[in-house]
């Protein structure tokens, strides 16, 4: 009876210490992994916001480094990242990581709900370059500054950041100049494959999707965004934000990234 008794203490014991030192995130079942991706001219630190509210919900996020070399070759590396995920997977994205997302997605069978964040959600066989001459954006473009950079081939290619004195007009308006100054020292350079390289078919075809649409975006305008998420048949929420509204309204986007989560699992 004692050892019997005994026996059952040291269970319970063993259990407790099991539940405490496992995350949050594994213990709540059912919870798909969140993938942020990020976009031109930024990094995957602009997603603190997002992801500190999403794990406090018990929610495994994931924001991986965009190479923004192309959406070819960024969808490859990817797709690469989300392999080592088990379970459905919520896939999110800012801006041109859009063009990303809308690729790599069709690449792995557990990518169940896409959330475009001011973001490119392009059809087949067209271009960031192609949205821009629907709704032309001449200042933004006026904005950017090319600069080289050694290809792997050996050959010299082009990339583009956004002049710092002009950043934070564009991107983003809704946020402190000293924020912004930081942020456009920072920011990371665009290929010219980024603008220019056709997409291939969007999982949006396929995958049901959410879209957050910007309207003081002063990069993809409210109405570009309007027309591609219509053409994505996504559910749409407007808010007043920049461009960077996944930094400065993170509440916001994260309502809508928990709207796609809790209609995955």
């Not at 018990?58 to 070399?69: E, M």
């Not at 919520?90 to 990303?100: D, I, K, M, N, Q």
């Not at 370059?129 to 006026?142: H, I, L, M, S, T």
Request: aromatic share 8%; charged share 15%; with cysteine.
């Amino acid at each position: 009876m004692i050892r019997s008794c005994l026996a059952a203490a040291l269970a319970a014991i063993l259990l407790s210490a099991t539940l405490a030192t496992t995350p949050a995130s594994a213990r709540v079942a059912d919870k798909p992994t969140v993938v942020l991706v990020h976009g031109a001219f930024a990094d995957a630190s602009g997603f603190a916001g997002i992801t500190s509210r999403l794990q406090r919900r018990g929610y495994t996020v994931i924001a991986p480094a965009n190479p923004l070399r192309g959406p070819a070759s960024d969808a490859a590396y990817l797709a690469s990242v989300m392999r080592t995920i088990k379970g459905p997977i919520v896939l999110g994205a800012h801006s041109y990581g859009g063009a990303v997302i809308s690729i790599a997605a069709n690449q792995l069978p557990n990518v169940k709900a896409l959330v475009y964040i001011d973001a490119l959600a392009l059809e087949e066989g067209e271009s960031n370059a192609d949205v821009a001459q629907r709704f032309p954006n001449p200042e933004f473009y006026g904005a950017l500054r090319p600069q080289p950079f050694p290809q792997t081939d050996g050959t010299e290619g082009t990339e583009f950041v956004v002049d710092p004195a002009a950043f934070h007009f564009f991107f983003a308006a809704d946020l402190p100049a000293r924020v912004t100054a930081v942020m456009a020292s920072a920011q990371r350079p665009l290929a010219l494959a980024g603008d220019q390289e056709k997409s291939t078919a969007p999982a949006w075809k396929t995958i049901p999707s959410w879209y957050l649409i910007g309207r003081q975006d002063r990069i993809f305008s409210a109405a570009a965004q309007r027309f591609m998420a219509k053409r994505a048949g996504a559910r749409v929420t407007e808010i007043n934000a920049s461009h960077a509204g996944f930094i400065s309204r993170p509440g916001k986007v994260t309502k809508v990234i928990l709207r796609a989560a809790r209609r995955v699992g």
